[in-house]
Structures are given as structure tokens and as C-alpha cells.
């Protein structure tokens, strides 16, 4: 049993010795073939599946331009766009020729189109007429982000000027309620200067008030005016009833005035 483990060991262990020593060609037409078969499930948008097909292109020939771009476009319909511009950059520095390089470019400004990134996508655009001057759709592609990007500058400088005039707003609000808050302070300290007046001035008021309502005080008379004046009253009653007895023993009548 340990002997055959020892022969499983070694040969798994030969196996990769062999896998590692595979020529350059021979790589090559595996990296071919895995490209071809993600080409296939491309076309029946099996995306991922693709994705798998090219990277293991890619681990047989990190250098093949052409995984790498299918790679890019695997990503690019799964809407990782973030990713597949990352891919078509380095495609861009190994790759050969104008076209192909027109192609990358091409993609990488579609990739930042759906990033809503305007002004990258038209910097990739140019690059990719640059390399491709004839290319109709990259012109077109190329007007259309120069559009959307003047009207992203416009919002964004509408929005800026709104922003500025909303600060401004505030800053004039700010300070009104800032006037009226002092304003306020000061007539606080105005009415507390009134509460400072003298108590004593208020009572004093008040008092004449209380005396403005109230009726006239008698002149006081001690007691002994009191009967002085009790038997000057009686002294007047008995007199005007002795003149009343004559008048009526005359048969005349007489006015009664008040002797104060």
C-alpha cells in the first residue's frame, strides 16, 4: 500500500514537471483552442462560461492580446465596466497594429460611457479615430460623448450657481436673524430697564390712583365737638317746633330750611 502511494505521488509529480515543460507552440494551440471555445459559448451569451474559456488562454499565454480582449468584452456584457476597462488598457500595451488598437480603444470608451465617465469616453474615442480615422460608428460614438459631456458641464454648472446663491441666501438670512436677534437683546434691555425703576415710585402711583377712586374724607371732629354740636341740634329742633306751634296756632304755614 505505501509503495503504491509513492507511485501515485511520483507520477502526479511528473505529470506537472511535463505540464510545465510544454513548448511555446504547443501552449500556443491550447490557448488557441480555449479561445475558440469561448468564442462559441460567447456567441450563445454565455457570458461567464466564456469568461472561464479565456482566462484559461490567458494562463496558457498570459501575452495573447486576443484573450485579453475577449476577456474585456466577457466583462463588458456582464456590466463590470470598471473591470473591463482595466482589461482594455492592458490589452492596449500589448497589442499590434492600428485596427486592433482602433478596437480597444473603441471598447474602453464604450466601457466609460456606461460609467457615465464623459470625458474619458471621449479621450478613448479620439484615440481610437486616431488609429482609426475612418471608423463611422467611433465618430458617431465620439459626437455623442462630446454631448453628453457639454450638457454634464452645464448641470453641473447650473447646480454650482444654484449652490452659490443658496449660500448667499443663507448668509443674508443669517445675518437678518442675526439684526433681529440683537434688536430683540436690545429691547430686552429696555424693558429690564423699566423693571429697574424705583418700587417705591410705582406704589406711590398707585396709591394716588386708589385715592382719585375713592370718595372725599369728612373733616374728623373729636368727642367733645361731637356733643357741642348734638346740643345745638337739639337746641334748633326744639326752637323750630316752638315756631311751629305758633304758626299753627295762627293757621300759617312756614318753610323749613336747614340751619347748618
Known amino acids: 500500500?505505501?509503495?503504491?502511494?509513492?507511485?501515485?505521488?511520483?507520477?502526479?509529480?511528473?505529470?506537472?514537471?511535463?505540464?510545465?515543460?510544454?513548448?511555446?507552440?504547443?501552449?500556443?494551440?491550447?490557448?488557441?483552442k480555449d479561445i475558440r471555445e469561448g468564442n462559441k459559448l460567447y456567441n450563445q451569451l454565455k457570458f461567464e462560461d466564456a469568461e472561464v474559456a479565456y482566462k484559461k488562454a490567458i494562463a496558457n499565454?498570459?501575452?495573447?492580446?486576443?484573450?485579453?480582449?475577449?476577456?474585456?468584452?466577457?466583462?463588458?456584457?456582464?456590466?463590470?465596466?470598471?473591470?473591463?476597462?482595466?482589461?482594455?488598457?492592458?490589452?492596449?500595451?500589448?497589442?499590434?497594429?492600428?485596427?486592433?488598437?482602433?478596437?480597444?480603444?473603441h471598447n474602453m470608451g464604450n466601457s466609460f460611457m456606461k460609467e457615465k465617465q464623459y470625458d474619458k469616453a471621449v479621450e478613448a474615442y479620439k484615440n481610437s479615430m486616431r488609429n482609426n480615422s475612418k471608423d463611422d460608428e467611433t465618430r458617431y460614438n465620439l459626437a455623442l460623448a462630446q454631448e453628453l459631456l457639454k450638457n454634464q458641464q452645464d448641470k453641473d454648472n447650473k447646480e454650482d450657481k444654484k449652490d452659490n446663491k443658496d449660500d448667499k441666501n443663507k448668509d443674508q438670512k443669517d445675518k437678518k436673524e442675526g439684526d433681529d436677534e440683537k434688536?430683540?437683546?436690545?429691547?430686552?434691555?429696555?424693558?429690564?430697564?423699566?423693571?429697574?425703576e424705583d418700587p417705591k415710585s410705582d406704589e406711590k402711583k398707585n396709591e394716588d390712583k386708589n385715592k382719585e377712586n375713592q370718595p372725599p374724607r369728612q373733616n374728623q371732629l373729636s368727642p367733645e365737638q361731637m356733643k357741642q354740636l348734638l346740643d345745638a341740634m337739639n337746641n334748633e329742633e326744639n326752637k323750630t317746633q316752638q315756631k311751629l306751634n305758633a304758626q299753627k296756632a295762627k293757621g300759617k304755614k312756614i318753610k323749613?330750611?336747614?340751619d347748618w
Do not use: H, W
Not at 7 to 20: A, D, H, K, M, R
Not at 70 to 78: K, V
Not at 183 to 196: F, I, Q, R
Open 1 to 32: 500500500m505505501k509503495k503504491n502511494s509513492i507511485i501515485i505521488v511520483f507520477l502526479c509529480f511528473t505529470t506537472l514537471i511535463f505540464s510545465q515543460q510544454k513548448a511555446p507552440k504547443e501552449l500556443e494551440r491550447e490557448a488557441r
Open 61 to 105: 499565454n498570459p501575452k495573447y492580446p486576443k484573450a485579453s480582449y475577449n476577456l474585456g468584452n466577457t466583462m463588458y456584457q456582464q456590466n463590470r465596466f470598471k473591470e473591463a476597462v482595466s482589461q482594455y488598457e492592458f490589452v492596449e500595451k500589448i497589442v499590434e497594429g492600428k485596427p486592433s488598437k482602433a478596437e480597444t480603444y
Open 183 to 196: 434688536k430683540d437683546d436690545k429691547n430686552e434691555d429696555k424693558d429690564k430697564g423699566k423693571d429697574k
Open 256 to 258: 323749613q330750611e336747614k
